[in-house]
T-cell receptor, first 117, second 112 residues
Framework: GAVVSQHPSRVICKSGTSVKIECRSL??????MFWYRQFPKQSLMLMAT?????????EQGVEKDKFLINHASLTLSTLTVTSAHPEDSSFYIC?????????????FGSGTQLSVL | DAKTTQPPSMDCAEGRAANLPCNHSTISGNEYVYWYRQIHSQGPQYIIH???NNETNEMASLIITEDRKSSTLILPHATLRDTAVYYCIVRVRSAAGNKLTFGGGTRVLVKP
């Protein structure tokens, strides 16, 4: 089946620094990717919808200047957590939709555990 | 998307069938029932989906009631590797509406 690669799997950074997370569709083109955040023992919360070549659509309550999303190609979307603080520590997961197909199976990356000290 | 209700947790004996219920009483006619699972510290994994008819694949079976207000995911022979959080989601199947809204899920623990 289709594969979504997410990198890095784990990152530890100092407060105030920025962290970039990459999400790649390895064997298909993805016009749309989604970014989720998950706190311990909680469900996944959708942060934003990333469309190739256009601005991302953010869910209510998610700061677009804090969480910068770039979807410059059909196989890559990036999430940058700017000026990270300890409260941004979380598990971030991306998912991708296959181009041109009414695809009922969203493919998910393996997630990135962000720890901000 | 319609809201779903699942029990927060359940235990299952290894080798036995695991039956995971899901209520979706406000589901509309064009909404599908999807099941995903998430093993600890990993991304969600697709299991199965259906509209009206019962479905079966290599992972599981999905039983949907005639009124479509509830469904049951069946893992026929649970293994320790099936320990995960299982999410039942209902959504319209369309290219534009592919985002998934996750509820609380059911935390399944398979015991030896």
């Amino acid at each position: 089946g289709a594969v979504v690669s997410q990198h890095p799997s784990r990152v530890i950074c100092k407060s105030g620094t920025s962290v970039k997370i990459e999400c790649r569709s390895l064997d298909f083109q993805a016009t749309t990717m989604f970014w989720y955040r998950q706190f311990p023992k909680q469900s996944l919360m959708l942060m934003a919808t990333s469309n190739e070549g256009s601005k991302a659509t953010y869910e209510q309550g998610v700061e677009k200047d804090k969480f910068l999303i770039n979807h410059a190609s059909l196989t890559l979307s990036t999430l940058t957590v700017t000026s990270a603080h300890p409260e941004d520590s979380s598990f971030y997961i991306c998912s991708a939709v296959q181009l041109g197909v009414t695809n009922e199976k969203l493919f998910f990356g393996s997630g990135t555990q962000l720890s901000v000290l | 998307d319609a809201k779903t209700t699942q029990p927060p947790s359940m235990d299952c004996a290894e080798g036995r069938a695991a039956n995971l219920p899901c209520n979706h009483s406000t589901i509309s006619g064009n909404e599908y029932v999807y099941w995903y699972r998430q093993i600890h510290s990993q991304g969600p994994q697709y299991i199965i989906h259906g509209l009206k008819n019962n479905e079966t694949n290599e992972m599981a079976s999905l039983i949907i009631t005639e009124d479509r207000k509830s469904s049951t995911l069946i893992l026929p022979h649970a293994t320790l590797r099936d320990t995960a959080v299982y999410y039942c989601i209902v959504r319209v199947r369309s290219a534009a509406g592919n985002k998934l809204t996750f509820g609380g899920g059911t935390r399944v623990l398979v015991k030896p």
